[in-house]
């Protein structure tokens, strides 16, 4: 349990030692009188009614203090879960201006309405790739740290889809995801739950890319493709020389068709909304924070009023 003020929750608590030790105070003090007037016994006890009542009340005074401390609780609290990497290419070539005002804009304004349009249940993170890749939003059911991370995406470097999607398991696992030299593929472990979206015009330039796919198919972790771009395609200029570029509509829909997912054309985008329904949602369980101060103070308040019901019925007095 934390407190947001535990200076209150001190404070609180001096109170009520303060009015405890002025009830024992009270309490010896009656029965020295009614031993002096000869009504009881000396040393014998009083009738607990009125005593009783106003324990009860310095108890309620005490949880009130507890409750004005700002409690909070961590509880476990399950819910059915899934998870997408939206892998977003970055390389030199999503400068293309082919489609307006160019690639990557298109891919941010995809990438964007996909985000908006999932429900909490499902964990968005985002990678951005283009010779290497990096994951610059973590899984996240808070879908505004994913738009965050797309918005600023700049254009740098090559292009590597195999990169994109071994960074993108690695998100997923937790678990560094490498090919090695020898072609060797990891194993992570299954999650069906997980889906990665890559928005690329499908120019790779890196290696392992039939590997990587392998991976996420053992993994069952499906790659949903989206392409941005025109197979017409356009001129960008890259160190100074002007190389043509074009969507490669066929390396992507191979990369989805290996993993079970499917190609998407980014005119197409709206059609990306119904990737979530075919997750396959996992039941998790995380600890979550349960603000306590409501419950408190009701206790607190039946306590205070159960004390000066007994006081009041014991001794006719309030107090």
């Known amino acids: 349990m934390t407190l947001s003020s535990p200076l209150l929750l001190v404070a609180g608590l001096l109170v009520t030692a303060a009015l405890a030790w002025a009830a024992a105070v009270s309490v010896r ?3 020295a009188a009614l031993a002096a007037a000869g009504v009881v016994a000396a040393g014998r006890r009083t009738p607990s009614g009125a005593g009783l009542g106003t324990g009860l009340t310095i108890v ?3 949880v009130l203090a507890i409750a004005t401390a700002g409690p909070t609780a961590m509880v476990p609290v399950p819910r059915t879960a899934g998870t997408v990497i939206l892998a977003i290419d970055v390389s030199n070539s999503m400068g293309a201006t082919d489609v307006a005002p160019n690639r990557l804009a298109a891919a941010q304004r995809a990438a964007r309405k996909f985000v908006e349009a999932q429900p909490d249940s499902v964990d968005i993170g985002v990678v951005a790739f283009e010779r290497g890749a990096l994951t610059t939003a973590r899984p996240d059911p808070d879908h505004a740290k994913a738009l965050k991370a797309i918005d600023r995406l700049k254009i740098s470097g090559g292009t590597s ?12 696992s937790g678990k560094q995801v490498t090919i090695g030299k020898d072609g060797d593929v990891p194993d992570i472990g299954y999650w069906p739950s997980a889906t990665i979206v890559l928005f690329s015009d499908g120019q790779n330039q890196g290696q392992d890319l039939e590997k990587a796919a392998e991976v996420a198919q053992a993994a069952g972790v499906q790659v949903h493709t989206v392409g ?3 197979t017409a395609g356009a001129t960008v200029k890259v160190d100074g020389y002007h190389v043509q570029t074009s969507l490669d509509e066929e390396t992507l829909t191979q990369i989805a068709r290996t993993t079970g997912g499917e190609y998407h054309p980014a005119s197409d985008a709206a059609r ?3 990737i979530a329904d075919s997750i396959d949602l996992r039941l998790t369980v995380s600890d979550e924070p349960l603000p306590l101060t409501g419950g408190l103070i009701w206790v607190a308040i039946a306590l205070l009023t159960a004390g000066a019901a007994l006081t009041v019925l014991r001794s006719g007095r309030v107090i």
């Open 272 to 274: 990306l909304d119904g």
């Open 228 to 230: 941005v771009g025109t």
């Open 60 to 62: 309620g005074v005490a």
């Open 161 to 172: 889809l195999g990169a994109a999607i071994a960074v993108s398991l690695t998100a997923i």
């Open 29 to 31: 003090r009656r029965r």
